[in-house]
């Protein structure tokens, strides 16, 4: 059998499965059933692009579009990254034609977060301002210290500080100090400057101290992220009321009442 007699099957194949592959494309933008799973629109969109199947990326954006719920910020969120990132200008028109910013549940911080930071990266101006007007600050849930920073991390970006002061409030006032250490050590990580400055004020103001353990850890937080001004008011406070963790009364303090500097044994002076 010749050399060419032994391609034949194979070009015959390759022929098949080219044949097959775009039968799928097409099946996979017009059919593919989405359920619970929208986050894998990405990386579909991303393969059929691969294959030069644009019309098929479109059609299946579209499909994904007119199909998410507008209640669910982080699925909207994460469907108008994916668009923006693949190219699907019609598609992400389309999604914003459903008006999310005014139909989603902004109870859940994190998901928000995300819808607000998409709008406001998509300089989708009116439609974050009409999302901010409905005071996600005040309706947002307070359990996860972790959503709650990235609320307040994209707030800041926004400039929407008026919005991030009331949230830090609510954050001290409705929240234990755990919560709000976990919250200040997750907002310095993220560089938020004004919301940790913020929330670090309104901490030592505000945080209850009967804990002696938390405080300490709470101050020792502080004094990493270099908030000076809070930690002599925390410490103060906790000393005033007699309630003040080993941490917080390690160096004494001076007579105007702040927190002494840290020394050690040689710079006691000498015995009589």
Not at 169 to 185: C, S
């Given at each position: ?5 032994h ?86 028109t ?22 607000l930071?998409?709008l ?12 901010l ?5 005040v ?30 409030r ?45 405080v300490?850890?709470?101050l ?53």
């Amino acid at each position: 059998m010749s050399c060419a007699e032994h391609l034949r099957p194979r070009r015959r194949s390759f022929g098949c499965t080219w044949g097959s592959g775009r039968t799928l494309s097409r099946r996979a933008g017009a059919e593919v059933d989405f359920g619970d799973r929208l986050g894998d629109v990405g990386v579909l969109l991303k393969a059929l692009r691969e294959v030069g199947a644009e019309e098929d990326a479109g059609v299946l954006s579209h499909r994904a579009a007119t199909y998410v719920n507008p209640a669910f910020p982080d699925d909207v969120a994460d469907l108008l990254e994916q668009f923006r990132r693949s190219g699907q200008h019609a598609a992400v028109t389309v999604l914003l034609s459903r008006r999310p910013e005014v139909c989603a549940d902004l109870s859940w911080p994190q998901a928000t977060a995300a819808l607000l930071r998409n709008l406001h990266d998509a300089d989708e101006t009116e439609a974050e301002a009409v999302l901010l007007g409905r005071r996600p600050e005040v309706t947002s849930e307070l359990r996860d210290a972790y959503g709650v920073a990235s609320l307040l991390h994209v707030l800041e970006d926004v400039g929407a500080h008026e919005a991030m002061t009331t949230l830090n409030r609510r954050a001290v006032a409705e929240t234990d100090i755990e919560f709000v250490t976990q919250l200040l050590d997750t907002l310095a990580e993220y560089g938020a400057d004004k919301a940790t400055a913020d929330l670090s004020l309104r901490t030592a103001n505000g945080v209850c101290t009967t804990d002696p353990a938390a405080v300490a850890l709470l101050l020792r937080l502080l004094r990493t992220i270099g908030a000076d001004e809070a930690v002599a008011i925390l410490n103060g406070r906790a000393e005033d009321h007699g309630e003040a963790a080993i941490e917080a009364r390690r160096f004494g303090r001076d007579v105007n009442g702040e927190s002494a500097r840290p020394w050690g044994w040689r710079d006691l002076p000498p015995a009589p």
